[in-house]
């Protein structure tokens, strides 16, 4: 069963400059994971919708094509650096980790 795993990043900075270092630093570390069948990541879109949730500055999703490879994601190097770069400027994430339907 394919795994969306889909982090929202609060940030301290909330910066232009801090907010492009999150997003280059998850497409540097958390691109080409084994089992990752997509990936994507990016900024908050600001609609003024009553739904929407903008309490966050970037977005990441990668689909794994299972729950183990997202394990091993879990405690890649790469995914270990990314956490050891970027963790202190984190205010707040939010992960939602989501088993996928087949069609």
């Known amino acids: 069963m ?10 301290k900075d909330k910066s232009p400059a801090a907010v492009a270092a999150l997003v280059e630093g ?8 084994p089992g990752a069948v997509s990936f ?8 003024d919708r009553q739904v929407n949730d903008r309490d966050f500055e970037v977005a990441l999703e990668i689909v794994f094509d ?24 984190w205010a707040h994430v939010r992960v939602f980790d989501v088993d996928l339907a087949s069609a």
């Open 2 to 11: 394919m795994l969306s795993h889909a982090v929202y990043f609060s940030l």
């Open 26 to 33: 998850c497409q540097t570390l958390l691109t080409n994971h």
């Open 40 to 47: 994507a990541v990016g900024t908050c879109s600001h609609y």
């Open 66 to 89: 299972s729950h183990a490879a997202h394990d091993a994601y879990q405690t890649a190097d790469r995914h270990n650096t990314f956490l050891a770069m970027h963790a202190t400027n």
